[in-house]
């Protein structure tokens, strides 16, 4: 669905595409394709007519067997690649709603990637850096990286910019599992019991399905759901180990949610 809303935006119309726009198409192809074989072999095609195709190259990458820092460094390549297809104008001019042009989506993605290979390495300060980088570039966030963020900040303790982070999202604070719960775990670092326990109230209320995962009395399947409804254990299941690396780094706090009451109103 993402590949085809792209293409129809794109406006690859009835004038005769060049060999970038042809590229895309094959990568757009290789987007919906039903196989790891057939992907790669439409992406390697790809880079045949564009060889600094960002998403074809995204794709080469996520299939060659590389890990760790290696993985990173390529990865880092390839945001290279799209920062330099894109020019500095775009990053002058784009700025703050940089995902609203369809060709800067690609670089978009291999940002994403670069700063979540770098949370999984434990390069945890570098992963925060860029989470922040893009959300100047798009404040909007169509990505979702304001959650990934929160998590890294409350993993290092920095309360100050998680507590940024939520002013800067006020809605998040009313819908997101991942703000709720994590406003509930910066209020325990905090050592506010009072509004520990006021936070854990709102927490419950949005999802408390989350709870179980958190204490673990339940463990988060090794599939995620197709799809999820707010309040529902499939929600719970999306999120879950992006809120269990901020809590699991702090012992004291998940040993303060143990100790909590259970939750009589819990569906």
């Known amino acids: 669905m993402r590949a085809f809303m792209e293409r129809t935006l794109s406006g690859f119309g009835p004038d005769k595409p060049n060999n970038e726009q042809r590229a895309q198409d094959l990568v757009y192809d ?10 790669i072999h439409l992406a390697r095609q790809a880079l045949d007519l564009d ?27 390839v945001v290279a690649a799209g920062a330099h ?6 990053f002058k001019e784009l700025v703050p709603h940089f ?4 060709e800067t989506r690609p670089y978009m993605r291999a940002r994403a990637q670069l700063a979540i290979a770098l949370r999984d390495a434990g390069r945890l300060d570098e992963a ?21 963020l929160l998590t890294v900040l409350l993993v290092l303790g920095r309360l ?15 819908s997101s599992i991942v703000f709720l719960w994590g406003r509930v775990l910066e209020r325990v670092l905090t050592n506010d019991e009072a509004a520990s326990a006021d936070a854990l109230t709102q927490a419950r209320k949005q999802n408390a399905h989350v709870e179980a995962y958190l204490k673990g009395t339940r463990k988060l399947p090794k599939t995620l759901p ?8 499939e929600e719970a299941i999306c999120f879950g180990n992006m809120l269990l690396m901020a809590w699991n780094a ?18």
Do not use: C
């Open 51 to 77: 060889p600094e195709n960002v998403d074809a190259l995204l794709m080469i990458v996520n299939v060659t067997d590389i890990e760790g820092d290696e993985k990173i460094e390529a990865l880092r390549t």
């Open 250 to 267: 702090h012992p004291a706090a998940k040993a303060w949610l143990a100790k909590q009451p259970a939750n009589s109103s819990k569906k």
């Open 226 to 233: 197709y799809g999820y409804s707010f309040g529902s254990k």
């Open 160 to 174: 100050d910019e998680a507590r940024a982070l939520f002013d800067r999202y006020p809605y998040d604070g009313e």
């Open 99 to 102: 995902w609203g042009l369809i």
């Open 128 to 148: 925060a850096s860029e989470f922040n980088e893009m959300l100047k570039l798009n404040e909007g966030d169509n990505q979702g990286m304001r959650y990934e």
């Open 30 to 39: 290789a987007m919906e394709a039903s196989t790891w074989e057939q992907r």
């Open 85 to 90: 297809r894109l020019g500095k104008k775009a």
